[in-house]
């Protein structure tokens, strides 16, 4: 059942472009229109609703915080991400007017649950994004999107990070569809992009030997620093809580904007530092950006890192090692620059020996507060 793969965890990472691919099946037309027909959430209210608040927990609070950027770019509605656990002791303002998408994999998070019982008792309507078909968060929400990734049994999520972030995309541009903030075209455009996405995630998974390899050259790490930017910082997250999952290696996740806010003082000679760069087409000079951090960590003796866009030459200068992935549109990168570090963590745990499928002290899901 683990497909010939070691682990299962390795399986599911290879299941991606099919998670992927499932989970945007049959939700849009030939001309790029969506077409969520489970959301059972009446329109007008779906027109009318003037915040979104993202509730979970873990790698699924990741997908959040990259959907907020989608969202708000494409929807204009201001949204925010909250830690499940975080949102329910505290005095939250939700209303009527406020939609929840609750994200959670195995639809059986307490703190999730705990959460989405208190935005409805407000009267807010609740969106579940969810992998596991009748299970109780679903159930009590008011609506599901299910992600079709397929079961995930290693405790560590991987497909179903990727699929959440597919189905909050479509969830983004539906709503930008049904409230009129984009144009027909636009979205297509987004649609025909998502499309590409499972074949650029193979090619990632078909080139995979070089990260494998560093990562079982560096099993010896104390400590790894990743770094992003945009969406890239949702991703410098992940990455690094893959590995304190898998490998037991202290890893933090940076907004590379933050680093002279006080982490750079952590680089000191041979520190390895991840640094997930944005797209050099992208907006802004954020990329730019992110190349200076590159040099300034390097200069202090960093070993760098980097995954970048291919063709995107100019992180070579400063970079030990470089990965590259794919090109694509910024909002969607992270559907491909998370790969390499799910591999990386899961390469590097098994080059110490450790159970990737079951890391110690983990439980699948949470199911107690
Ligand atoms: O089932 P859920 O998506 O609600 O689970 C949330 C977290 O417990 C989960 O993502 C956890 O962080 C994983 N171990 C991450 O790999």
Known sequence: EKGGYPSFMEKEINDQPDAVAQTLLGRSDAQGKLILD?????ETILRSVDKIVVLACGTSAYAGQVAKYAIEHWCRIPTEVELSHEFRYRDPIVNEKTLVVAISQSGETMDTLMAVRYAREQGAKVVAICNTNGSTIPRESDAVLYTHAGPEIAVASTKAFLAQITAAYLLGLYLAQLRGNKFGDEIADVMA??????????SILDNADKVKKLARDMSNAKSVLFLGRHVGFPVAMEGALKLKELAYIHAEGFAAGELKHGPIALI????????????PNGRDSLHAKVVSNIQEIRARGAVTIVIAEEGDTSVEAYAEHVFYVPKTPTLLAPLLTTVPLQIFACELASAKGYDVDQPRNLAKSVTVE
């Open 268 to 279: 000191e000679d041979g520190q390895p530092v991840v640094v997930v760069v944005p797209s």
């Open 193 to 202: 992009d998502l499309a590409d996405m499972p074949a650029k995630i193979q």
């Open 38 to 42: 489970e959301l059972r959430i009446d």
